[in-house]
C-alpha cells in the first residue's frame, strides 16, 4: 500500500466510535469500551434536553434517535453505538437503514450472552417500561433460541433510584428485591440488566441474587460487539493511539454526571454542550 493511502486508512481507523444514549446512563457503555478498546476515541452525545426517552411514542424515538445519530456523524463517527435500550428496542431497524456507518445497540449483545450463560432456559429480562413493552429482548432471544423461556419486568423505579445515587442504600435493595425477587422465584436462572443504568447496581444485584443467579450486563456485552465489528470491519485504531473520550450534551448535566463518574471511574474532562439540529429524514 503507498504511504498516501496508508497514512489515510490510519487516518480513517482514528476516527471516533460514536455513543448516544438520551441521557447519561449510557456512559456505563463507554466505561466497557473504555476499559476494553483503550485505544480507540469515543464522541459520547446524551440527550439530556429530551430524557427519558422510555414514556415516549416509538415515532418520537425514532425521531430523536435520527437527529443524535446525525450529530455524531458530524463529529466523523466511524461507526454509531445505541447505548440506550428504549432506542435500540424502537429505533434500531431505521438508524441501521439511514445512517451510512455500522450501528451496535445494546440488546442482540445482551440476547446473546444471556442464551449463552443459561443453564435451565429460562432468563429473565428486566428494563424500562418502554424497552419491557417493545418485546424486543423476546424477539431477540426467541431469535437465538425459541425454545427459550423469557420472564419479562418493567422496574420504573430503579433509574430514579440510580440517578440520585442510592446504589448501596437499604431503600434500594428492597425495591430490586420487590421486582426481581418474583422473576427468582419463578426459577430464572440468568437475568439480563436491560437498561444502560443498571449496571451501576450490579453489585447489589449480585450481592441479593448470589451465586445461583447469572447476571448479563447490556453496556459489557455491547462493547464486545463493538471490538469484533470494527475487528471485521478493519477499523480498529492504530495501537499507538491514545484513545480520548469527549462527552456532549444536549443539556446541562445534573448531579448524576457526578453519580456516573464516580461509579464508572471515567475521566469526562469539559462537557460539550450542543443544540438538537433537527434534521429532516424522508
Not at 159 to 164: A, C, Q, S
Not at 265 to 278: A, K, N, T
Request: aromatic residues 4%; charged residues 20%; hydrophobic residues 45%.
Amino acid at each position: 500500500m503507498p504511504a498516501s493511502n496508508e497514512k489515510a486508512a490510519g487516518a480513517e481507523r482514528s476516527r471516533p466510535i460514536g455513543v448516544f444514549d438520551s441521557g447519561i446512563g449510557g456512559l456505563t457503555v463507554v466505561s466497557a469500551l473504555r476499559a476494553l478498546l483503550p485505544n480507540e476515541s469515543i464522541f459520547y452525545l446524551g440527550d439530556t434536553a429530551r430524557v427519558p426517552y422510555g414514556g415516549k411514542s416509538a415515532a418520537t424515538v425514532q425521531r430523536y434517535s435520527l437527529e443524535i445519530a446525525s450529530m455524531l456523524l458530524e463529529e466523523n463517527a466511524k461507526t454509531v453505538v445505541v447505548a440506550c435500550n428504549t432506542a435500540s428496542a424502537v429505533a434500531l431497524p431505521q438508524l441501521t437503514e439511514s445512517v451510512p456507518v455500522r450501528v451496535t445497540g445494546v440488546i442482540l449483545p445482551g440476547a446473546q450472552a444471556a442464551v449463552a450463560a443459561t443453564r435451565s432456559g429460562h432468563v429473565g429480562v428486566i428494563g424500562t417500561r418502554a424497552t419491557i413493552k417493545s418485546g424486543a429482548y423476546e424477539r431477540a432471544l426467541r431469535s437465538l433460541n425459541p425454545e427459550i423461556r423469557v420472564t419479562a419486568r418493567a422496574c420504573p423505579l430503579l433509574v430514579p433510584l440510580i440517578e440520585e445515587g442510592w446504589l448501596e442504600q437499604p431503600i434500594t435493595d428492597q425495591i430490586i428485591l420487590k421486582y426481581v425477587g418474583p422473576l427468582v422465584d419463578e426459577g430464572i436462572d440468568t437475568l439480563v440488566l436491560g437498561c444502560t443504568h443498571y449496571p451501576l447496581l450490579r453489585k447489589a444485584m449480585a450481592r441479593l441474587l448470589g451465586d445461583s443467579i447469572t447476571l448479563v450486563d447490556s453496556a459489557q456485552n455491547c462493547a464486545n460487539a463493538v471490538r469484533d465489528l470494527l475487528v471485521r470491519e478493519n477499523l480498529r485504531a492504530p495501537e499507538t493511539d491514545t484513545g480520548r473520550l469527549q462527552v456532549a450534551l444536549t443539556d446541562q448535566p445534573d448531579s448524576f454526571l457526578r453519580v456516573a463518574r464516580e461509579a464508572l471511574q471515567l475521566d469526562v474532562g469539559e462537557i460539550q454542550l450542543r443544540e438538537v439540529s433537527p434534521h429532516v429524514h424522508q
